[in-house]
């Protein structure tokens, strides 16, 4: 069986492919407004920045919510994941990049960088 990520937290999961979520309580919230304001502001900062640059969670957060920034950071952080999945960006926490389903503490975000093909 592949392993796909849940369409809500971004977090890889070994389900069917059918199913796009990882727990019923993944599958009851669904997307909403504010978890693709989140991506749009995670993608729009790191447009604004230079190649390899990184952003810092809460400031995606504080771009959508400026007074209430701090109850979007796991869906901030879900966000990331989501757009890690689709191959946009990287989580990274001490300078290297981390698996997002399971990194732990502060992280930063980047966009993904080109992977070395081989030839």
Do not use: N
């Not at 771009?63 to 109850?71: F, L, S």
């Not at 950071?73 to 990049?97: H, K, T």
């Amino acid at each position: 069986m592949e392993a796909t990520s849940c369409a809500v937290c971004g977090r890889r999961t070994e389900g069917p492919d059918t199913d796009r979520f990882c727990c019923a309580e993944c599958r009851e919230r669904g997307l909403r407004q504010v978890d693709r304001d989140l991506e749009d502001a995670i993608t729009d900062l790191l447009a604004q920045r230079r190649a390899g640059a990184t952003i810092c969670p809460s400031e995606a957060a504080r771009r959508v919510a400026p007074d209430g920034w701090r109850d979007l950071m796991e869906p901030v952080r879900m966000a990331a994941r989501r757009l890690v999945a689709a191959g946009a960006v990287e989580i990274v926490a001490g300078g290297a990049v981390v698996d997002p389903s399971t990194a732990r503490g502060p992280v930063r975000i980047r966009r993904a960088r080109p992977h070395d093909r081989g030839g």
